[in-house]
């Protein structure tokens, strides 16, 4: 374990020095051009695995029929072309609910099912582009829990943020110099705070919410790491194409006499801005290829892939994704329709209700993938349980 955890590391290094990606697996580390980004990591069995999952959303609900009065759309266009029907959505109520209150109560969803206490855990890792705090959320969520002992920090990947997290953390957890043993994974957002509402082409798009995962290293047999937990993992960026989904900053000018006046920034952000299209094939193009070279890192094939759990973007892009990877559709988790795209929680909030509801048993494989803004986009294959 000790030799391909040093791989990863070394080859992050090289990964940024050169745009050579790394792939290594339990017994190989090798180096290859990667031919479709500037950027890649990907890494093979991490030594942990996943033993409690939650999931919070907002109580608000707007339905497709409700955005008809909004723009000029319908639930039918928005259903055949989206597979949405009605999204979750925060108020502008912080005392009520808000991203801290849903990744705290997702995360304590998590760690019941884990039977893990919050002075158990090591590391928190909360995954969001739209924080409470713009200096981050996560050591809130961290208190609000109780998790005394935890070191806790944001991650800001977009949609990719929770499948970047759960790597992260994993990479934490297999580090044989430290003594971490217990993380949680957030992935909380809440877009709709940063939707131009009339814009007709996004604004149907996306939901708020939070998924919680929590992450062990007891019990992983370090001779045959391949048993459960993250058995390979593959990563991307290619910031070329960042205009293609972004919210920007745009400060408005203030005055600041220094005695001379200097006219400063006033923070704060544009609008999201999506070229949807463009978005669109990326992700079908990307998403297949970062499927297989996970499973390529967890010495699989796609056979051996119980569940398909894609982020809720779109029916369309996971019909797609599935038949370029020759899976049938029943092998989707998907529930994007009750809760449209909610970017960073997407993936956590699909697997806690698979998981729950009895869909998603213990030994089943999912391969996961998540895919946005950057742009970025990874694939984690864990084994469950
Ligand atoms: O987290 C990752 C983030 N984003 C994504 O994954 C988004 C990926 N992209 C998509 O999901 C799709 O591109 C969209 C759902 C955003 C758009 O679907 P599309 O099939 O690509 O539609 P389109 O942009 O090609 O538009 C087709 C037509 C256009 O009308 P014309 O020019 O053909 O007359 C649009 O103006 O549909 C129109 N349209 C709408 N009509 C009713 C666009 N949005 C709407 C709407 N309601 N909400």
Redo the contacts with the bound molecule.
């Keep these: 374990m000790k030799l391909w955890f040093s791989s990863i590391v070394i080859g992050s290094f090289l990964t940024n020095v050169s745009g050579f990606g790394v792939s290594s697996s339990k017994t190989s580390c090798r180096l290859s051009k990667s031919t479709s980004s500037l950027s890649m990591a990907s890494s093979g069995p991490m030594g942990c695995r996943a033993i409690g999952i939650g999931s919070a959303a907002p109580k608000t609900i707007i339905t497709n029929v409700d955005?008809e009065s909004v723009?000029?759309?319908?639930d039918e266009?928005?259903q055949t072309?989206?597979g949405i029907s009605q999204r979750h959505v925060l108020l502008n109520d912080k005392t009520e609910e808000s991203i801290k209150t849903l990744g705290r109560d997702a995360a304590k969803h998590a760690l019941e099912m884990a039977d893990v206490s919050p002075e158990d855990i090591d590391l928190i890792i909360v995954a969001t582009s739209s924080a409470d705090d713009l200096f981050g959320d996560a050591t809130s969520v961290a208190a609000a829990l109780g998790c005394t002992n935890a070191v806790a920090f944001d991650l800001t990947a977009?949609?990719s943020g929770f499948l970047f997290a759960t790597v992260t953390a994993g990479q934490y957890l297999s580090n044989p110099f430290n003594s971490y043993k217990n993380a949680i994974v957030v992935g909380a957002d809440a877009l709709s705070r940063w939707i131009d509402w009339e814009d007709?082409?996004?604004?149907?798009?996306f939901g708020d919410g939070a998924g919680a995962m929590v992450l062990t290293t007891d019990d992983v047999d370090t001779d045959d790491t391949q048993t459960f937990g993250i058995l390979g993992s593959s990563t991307h960026s290619n910031g070329l194409s960042y205009d293609v989904?972004k919210c920007d900053y745009e400060g408005s000018d203030v005055v600041v006499n220094t005695p001379t006046p200097v006219t400063l920034s006033k923070g704060s952000y544009n609008r999201l801005n999506?070229v949807?299209?463009e978005?669109?094939k990326f992700?079908t193009r990307e998403v297949p290829t970062v499927i297989r070279e996970a499973l390529d890192a967890a010495d699989m094939e796609v056979e051996d892939v119980d569940w398909l759990l894609l982020?809720q973007?779109?029916i369309?892009?996971m019909e797609v994704v599935a038949s370029r990877l020759n899976m049938p559709m029943d092998k989707v988790i998907t529930n994007l329709s009750d809760y449209g795209?909610t970017?960073a929680a997407?993936i956590p909030l699909a697997l806690d209700e698979a998981v729950r509801s009895g869909k998603v048993k213990k030994g089943d494989v999912i391969a996961c993938a998540g895919?946005?803004?950057g742009l970025s986009w990874g694939s984690a294959i864990l084994k469950w349980g």
């Design positions: 955005l723009v000029e759309t319908s266009w928005i072309r989206t977009a949609c007709r082409n996004s604004c149907i798009l989904l999506m949807g299209k978005v669109y992700a982020h973007a779109n369309r892009i795209n970017s997407s895919f946005g803004a």
